[in-house]
């Protein structure tokens, strides 16, 4: 390859390079700085709400089990229906309770983990769901199948694919990068940016890989469920059957078994099983879903239990997925970072931050470039014409 | 791009380059446009503004009364080779709760208890069903809400489809139109 | 929102509700085919498969005819009965999919 043309291929490689965010940047922006704060939802709901921090009464208190939880529930307020409770995977998180009013409002409580205590209910305004809302399909509502959003801002996992490869292309040898770091702070805006761009881009290139593959799978998951292409081994669990939900001569509804019975079974039949949510039954004949985080801390390991005989009566353990659903099944906690506790989150938040600034400085660069370019331009042959698309098309010659 | 500039632009192109950077705009309008929505819809899930978009009101069953809604007032939803859907919530009576073992939805009456349609889940305040309409419903067509209680027994009532859902029969309408 | 509602609720307890309510609701479509039988296929809207669901073929005076339960490849093909009929795909009280005989038609 003669060295004009190797000249040539770089050049539209940088050309590629610029342009794969360009006419979007504010979008791609924006995408970028939510799933930055959805990251960290939990933990800044936990800075602006006392109700679900989960203060410890004494050293020695321990964490209540999921029946004295209910119970609490039950004794504080006696009509409450509750559907779900949840311990948090960190211990500074209140339990969080899904329950009905009898008006047929549906909070979620906010239930101290030592004492019991409702603590509150969550607001109707939840920073939470709408930050993942806005970043994971820009709020338009699903009404038939996935959101046409969802199919927007996955998409953009490719573009940013083919940014880290084209970057990494362009900035040749960036192994050096990592050797000899440069921020030049005083040779004007241009250069600093620049030098940023590069800088950040180097350290994040395993999160932009991580972030623009997950990114282009919720792209593919959209794509299977809207036609109806599954590619779940999950057993569907059928409701319990008619004969096996006992009779009652009384007229009253039957006994069931309570939760620490449930989770005391399905531990000793499923070794390796640890429970951090409870699904209640929405009906008599529906199981107790009870499961949480395994050994593989992607994943989740769950139990339906008859409430009636405390049998297990179908499970879902990391054993069981087939080595397809090991690698789809990863992609959403990679994605968000919230399979580890708070440090993960950190560093997730951090480069989703780092991120953010890539698209920013990008455009800076871009920006000043082409307002150079285009005074050059402008000085060899002043064409009234073109001025209004002249800093459109003078890009190529930065 | 600076081979583009030597050949004269298409109007296209001009467009394209006139316009490009305002898609950033429509793009950030969107979530503005649908936030509205997204809190309606949120405050629906939620149960801050009631059963549902469409209230039809309490119904009694033998013995027993269900406050029944739609979730929303408007057609049928699709779900690929499994047809088309309509989610309905229901509430118990209070003093019923203890007594109810489960409560089905069908179109038409139910040949048996076996075959009583949709079940309904969720808590006795606030549960629901997501009932199937095929496209050769009747217009006259009546749902049946079938009550089975822990005693063994069973009850049923019925009423219009037209009055449980007048955005399905407006949607049969057209899809007899078709 | 039916089947798997326990999926649905992780589902919400993970994204942080106002989730996608994906369904995934039983179907069952029934055609006929040479010799005078009916194939019938069971299945979850999401492309889950069916295996070991009961699929009973009864007639309209109540009695079962044909009393089944679909293969590995979630179906079932039974002959024709005479008369009239339904065909019931039954996943569990409130998980069902009717089918009537005049909606199978003729090969």
Not at chain 1, 167 to 195: C, E, N
Not at chain 2, 98 to 115: D, F, M, Q
Request: proline letters at 7%; hydrophobic letters at 45%; glycine letters at 8%.
């Amino acid at each position: 390859m003669s060295q004009k043309q190797k000249k040539s291929n770089s050049r539209l490689w940088f050309l590629v390079h610029s342009w794969l965010a360009l006419p979007i940047w504010f979008f791609v922006l924006i995408v970028s700085f939510t799933g930055t704060l959805a990251v960290v939802s939990q933990e800044i709901v936990w800075l602006a709400n006392p109700d679900v921090r989960a203060s410890k009464p004494s050293d020695d208190a321990v964490p209540l089990s999921f029946q004295q939880t209910l119970e609490a529930i039950h004794k504080a307020q006696p009509q409450v229906a509750v559907d779900f409770i949840s311990k948090p995977d960190e211990s500074h998180f209140a339990y969080e309770a899904s329950v009905t009013y009898p008006d047929g409002r549906s909070p979620t409580l906010y239930i101290n983990p030592y004492t019991g205590v409702i603590q509150g209910e969550s607001p109707s305004f939840n920073f939470q769901a709408f930050t993942r809302a806005l970043h994971g399909w820009w709020l338009v509502p699903f009404t038939n199948g996935y959101s046409w959003g969802w199919y927007l801002v996955s998409l953009l996992g490719l573009p940013m694919l083919a940014s880290l490869v084209t970057g990494l292309v362009v900035y040749k040898k960036f192994w050096k990068g990592f050797l000899r770091p440069t921020l030049r702070v005083s040779h004007g805006p241009r250069i600093f940016w620049g030098d940023l761009h590069r800088l950040s881009g180097i350290w994040s290139i395993w999160f932009i890989a991580v972030i623009s593959i997950t990114g282009t799978w919720f792209l593919i998951q959209a794509i299977l469920a809207d036609n109806h292409v599954t590619l779940s081994t999950e057993p569907i669990v059928p409701v319990i059957s008619r004969e096996d939900v006992p009779r009652t001569p009384n007229g009253e509804p039957a006994q069931r078994i309570d939760l620490d019975e449930a989770e005391r079974v399905a531990i000793q039949q499923l070794p390796g099983l640890e429970v951090s949510f409870i699904t209640l039954p929405g009906s008599a004949y529906n199981h107790l879903y009870l499961g949480g985080r395994g050994w593989y801390p992607l994943m989740f390991q769950t139990a339906n239990i008859n409430p009636y005989n405390g049998k297990v009566e179908a499970k879902f353990l990391v054993s069981d997925r087939s080595a397809t659903e090991i690698v789809t099944e990863s992609m959403r906690p990679l994605h968000t970072g919230d399979f580890g506790g708070i440090w993960i989150k950190l560093i997730w938040a951090f480069f989703g931050l780092v991120l953010t600034l890539m698209v920013l400085s990008g455009l800076l660069i871009w920006t000043k470039r082409t307002a150079q370019a285009t005074a050059a331009a402008l000085k060899r042959k002043p064409r009234a014409k073109l001025s209004a698309s002249a800093d459109t098309t003078t890009e190529a010659s930065a | 791009m600076s081979k583009a500039a030597a050949v004269p632009p298409s109007p296209l192109s001009r467009l394209w380059h006139k316009w490009r950077f305002h898609l950033n705009i429509l793009l950030v309008l969107i979530p503005l446009g649908f936030m509205p929505k997204y809190f309606h819809d949120a405050s629906l899930f939620r149960g801050d503004s009631g059963l549902g978009e469409h209230e039809i009101g309490e119904i009694a069953v033998g013995p027993w009364t269900l406050q029944l809604a739609e979730l929303r007032d408007d057609a049928p939803r699709a779900d690929g080779p499994a047809g088309h859907f309509k989610l309905f919530n229901a509430a118990l009576c209070s003093t019923c709760i203890n007594e109810v073992k489960a409560v089905y939805l069908r179109i038409g009456k139910p040949r048996s208890l076996r075959a009583a349609g949709v079940l309904f889940s969720g808590t006795p305040y606030r549960m629901s069903a997501n009932l199937p309409i095929p496209t050769n419903t009747r217009s006259d067509a009546q749902i049946w809400i079938t009550i089975e209680g822990w005693d063994g027994s069973m009850q049923q009532s019925a009423i219009p489809l037209a009055k449980a859902s007048p955005a399905t029969i407006a949607w049969l309408q057209q899809q007899g139109g078709k | 929102m039916t089947f798997k509602a326990c999926r649905l609720a992780l589902a919400i307890a993970l994204l942080g509700a106002a989730a996608p309510a994906l369904a995934h609701n039983p179907m069952c479509q029934c055609e006929p085919i040479a010799g005078e039988q009916i194939k019938c296929t069971g299945g979850f809207s999401d492309g889950s498969g069916a295996p070991g669901v009961t699929l009973d073929v009864v007639g309209y005076n109540e009695e079962i005819l044909v009393p089944g339960k679909l293969g590995e490849d979630s179906s079932l093909t039974f002959k024709r009965p005479e008369g009239e009929f339904y065909v019931l795909f039954d996943a569990g009280p409130g998980h069902v999919v009717e089918i009537d005989y005049a909606d199978i038609g003729e090969p």
